[in-house]
């Protein structure tokens, strides 16, 4: 684990030289403090804590006990990624706030370097409401002890509590990055080049812009203790167009299935042309001709990812390994492959979203409200398939353990006359029609090796 954590701080997300520094190293030009936020009511609102530079660095620290604030970015930022080093004091509560107002009303990547506290949570500050408040860490009393947190959101802690103290240098200088795109936003945060945390906001809440700010927080006396941060430096970012890869994905192999205009590499599940148009980037399956769309191609193990939105009463699903598309006698083409249901229902058994279709119930039901778009990815390596909706991990099987047909593990019944450990590990990605329209874009999929 540790040395996938090593190797992660080597390969930052965007090439360094597309960065442009915002922090000179010897002035507060393009800066300056705010004292409009909650955390400077000390002051009453007259100063925003105490900000200098020494050694390269922005210092900051309350002015007078228990008086915070924020320094913030004359320029205002929309879609971007924003890196900078930290060697902060551990006590002080801090935070790297995104698209920031005066009054400190931001998405902050969370820098609450302090016993219970974490870094590069994500926080909805001021009138954002603390929402999102999602984390996969807190610190014990000591700075090289975390505790886990389990997450609602992916991923889970990627560093082991008992390799932080070699992953995190406390004292020395540490990269924090995160980046906001879009609105609403998509938010990821790294430490040292390993992700951390990503949300999706599913409502437009806050402006488009804002500025890059760090905070002191307000309360109790830290006059003595210090926040510090050099090498400040952004990017500049644009959406990504519904069905393209961006280059990072390119990288990382991931290829396009579908092109958002054209039916190309797409069919009935008994061959024929789909009747259903392309609608809005979208492939629908509804009324198409068959009883799935599915890719011409088969595949064997990789992660799929896409975004689908539904209508009202909608059953639909996500066939992955269908081996076949000959439907055996008395049986439909369901019976050859795994599904991963969709559907209009606020449940979490074996037929709501996120299950894998009357084998393995999701932990939770992560879907969207209709009319919504929900992203999905579903990973097939050998016996195992993962499901992450709208970045919450809700499934994980092994087929090894379906030994018996219509069986599962735990010995209950399931409709299928199949023994899933014997199920053929590649085959056909459908799209099912169930009786309502429902839409899929942005269809990728990464192949995998089997180790």
């Not at 390269?56 to 913030?72: E, L």
């Not at 024929?272 to 009324?287: E, I, K, M, Y």
């Not at 084998?359 to 778009?373: D, H, I, Q, S, Y």
């Not at 016996?383 to 018996?404: M, P, R």
Request: net charge negative; proline share 6%.
């Amino acid at each position: 684990m540790l040395l996938c954590c090593l190797v992660g701080i080597t390969g930052p997300t965007v090439a360094e030289e597309a960065f442009i520094p915002i922090f000179d190293g010897k002035t507060l030009a393009g800066w300056h403090a705010s004292s409009k936020t909650g955390h400077s009511r000390a002051s009453k609102n007259t100063s925003g804590g105490k900000w200098v530079i020494e050694d390269g660095a922005i210092i900051g620290s309350q002015d007078i006990p228990g008086n915070g604030g924020i320094i913030i970015t004359d320029e205002q930022f929309g879609d971007f990624e924003v890196a900078l080093e930290m060697r902060n004091d551990f006590g002080p509560d801090s935070g790297l706030f995104l698209r920031s107002t005066e009054d400190g009303t931001a998405f902050q990547a969370m820098i609450d370097y302090h016993a219970n506290g974490n870094l590069m949570g994500l926080y909805g500050e001021g009138r954002l409401g603390a929402r999102p408040s999602v984390m996969n860490f807190a610190f014990r009393d000591k700075v090289t002890d975390i505790r886990e947190i389990t997450s609602p959101v992916s991923p889970s802690l990627p560093v082991l509590p008992e390799v932080w103290a070699k992953f995190w240098r406390h004292g020395e200088w540490n990269e924090l990055r995160a980046s906001i795109v879009g609105n609403p936003p998509h938010l990821i945060t790294w430490i040292n080049g390993v992700k951390f945390c990503e949300w999706q906001e599913t409502e437009r809440r806050h402006p488009d812009t804002g500025g890059i700010a760090l905070q002191v927080h307000g309360g109790g006396d830290l006059t003595k203790q210090f926040v510090r941060y050099r090498n400040i430096r952004v990017k500049k970012l644009s959406p990504t167009p519904d069905n393209a890869l961006t280059d990072a994905e390119r990288r990382e192999g991931w290829l396009l299935l579908f092109d958002g205009k054209t039916q190309v590499g797409w069919m009935n599940s008994d061959r024929t042309a789909p009747r259903t148009p392309v609608q809005d980037g979208a492939l629908n399956p509804h009324r198409a001709g068959h009883y799935m769309l599915v890719h011409t191609q088969q595949w064997s193990n990789y992660t799929l990812a896409l975004d689908f939105k539904i209508t009202p009463h909608c059953n639909s699903g996500i066939f992955v390994r269908t081996a076949s598309l000959d439907a055996r006698p008395g049986k439909d083409i369901g019976f050859n492959g795994l599904e991963i249901a969709i559907d209009d229902t606020f449940g979490a058994s074996f037929h709501d979203s996120g299950a894998l279709y009357d084998l393995a119930k999701p932990t939770r039901n992560a879907m969207r409200p209709v009319g919504e778009w929900n992203h999905i990815e579903v990973t097939c390596r050998n016996s195992l398939i993962e499901v992450v909706l709208n970045a919450d991990k809700v499934n994980s099987v092994d087929l090894a353990k379906f030994t018996i047909t219509n069986k599962r593990p735990d010995g209950s019944q399931h409709k299928f006359d199949v023994a899933f450990r014997d199920h053929p590990q590649s085959g056909y990605i459908g799209l099912q029609d169930h009786g309502s329209p429902c839409w899929f874009k942005n269809i990728k999929i990464k192949p995998l090796s089997s180790h």
